[in-house]
């Protein structure tokens, strides 16, 4: 293989993407990136138009690459093809530049290599993102971020549980801004063994980090989050509700699916609030009823 590469992009009706990501597989190609409605784009890349989805086809040879566009123009007359060359990246590093820190309320929060830039004033979270997602720079990440920082302004001390907490960045901050117990739970081993490195390399080694079930963690909790997608937090409701003492809060949703999961909350005794949109994204704040 060359130090080159084919791509060919489409873009078209989101209700045709199962379909067409099957045809570019027979037509050979090595890999497909799909970016949709229900999936986060990572910032700096293109989004997909309203009701579309694009599939970015990867191919080691152009004469492939050609015949895959040739067909797709057939079978889909109606979607948009760009066909490029790329050059071959170190991806080990080209992902870093796509990673920025943030800063929301009382922190700063940012990759290893942007360390020396947070100002002193703030309470620092260096983040290793590595392969799980959530450095703090995706809308969902930080909309989550500022209300927990809001929430432990005004109880300090309180629990905390961080429910698929990814790099554990939820859950650490919270913990440095001065919650009492924090747990987190994910359900990707590879994510709970990075958060710990994280808690560890934050000085919270002390933040529970796992892949239990939630039915396996004990008690209830001040201040519930939960950054994952809508299908999800709608399917864990009955188990996430039962663990919210006072304050629940999900991100993670777009806005068309806002209204679907509300009502399961809702069903299950929780109060919503004015949430926040940031984008197309929004977060869902409830409380429980006194």
């Given at each position: 293989m ?8 489409v ?5 045709e ?15 497909l ?7 986060r784009t990572m ?14 086809a ?6 492939t690459a ?6 797709m123009?057939?079978?889909y ?13 170190d ?6 530049a ?10 700063w929060v940012?990759p ?12 620092r979270?260096v ?7 959530g ?10 971020l ?10 300090p ?6 429910v698929?907490?990814?790099t554990?960045?939820?859950a650490?901050?919270?913990k440095k801004l ?28 002390d933040?529970?980090l ?5 039915t396996?963690?004990e008690g209830?909790?001040?201040l519930?989050v ?8 709608i399917?864990?409701a ?21 209204e ?6 809702v069903n299950l ?22």
């Amino acid at each position: 293989m060359t130090g080159t590469y084919q791509t060919l992009t489409v873009d078209l009706p989101e209700t045709e993407s199962e379909a067409a990501q099957d045809l570019l597989h027979e037509l050979g190609a090595m890999g497909l990136e799909v970016r949709d409605r229900e999936s986060r784009t990572m910032p700096g890349v293109r989004a997909p138009a309203a009701g579309e989805a694009i599939i970015v086809a990867y191919f080691d040879d152009a004469d492939t690459a050609e015949q895959a566009r040739a067909e797709m123009h057939e079978a889909y007359p109606s979607a948009r093809l760009q066909l490029a060359e790329e050059q071959q990246q170190d991806w080990s590093n080209a992902w870093k530049a796509h990673i920025k820190s943030v800063q929301v309320g009382r922190l700063w929060v940012g990759p290893p290599w942007e360390a020396q830039n947070a100002p002193a004033d703030k309470v620092r979270l260096v983040i290793e993102p590595k392969m799980a997602f959530g450095t703090g720079d995706h809308p969902t990440t930080s909309l989550c971020l500022g209300a927990v920082d809001d929430y432990m302004s005004t109880h300090p001390g309180a629990s905390v549980l961080d429910v698929g907490t990814g790099t554990g960045v939820l859950a650490i901050a919270a913990k440095k801004l001065g919650a009492g117990r924090v747990v987190g739970t994910d359900n990707d081993p590879v994510s709970v063994e990075l958060a710990r490195e994280n808690a560890v390399d934050n000085g919270t080694p002390d933040v529970e980090l796992s892949g239990k079930e939630l039915t396996a963690v004990e008690g209830s909790f001040d201040l519930v989050v939960a950054n994952i997608l809508a299908n999800t937090l709608i399917e864990l409701a009955p188990l996430i509700a039962p663990k919210v003492k006072d304050r629940l809060l999900m991100a993670g949703v777009l806005a068309h699916q806002k209204e679907e999961v509300e009502a399961a909350y809702v069903n299950l005794g929780l109060v919503p609030e004015l949430g926040v949109q940031q984008g197309e994204w929004v977060r869902l704040d409830f409380h429980r009823a006194k």
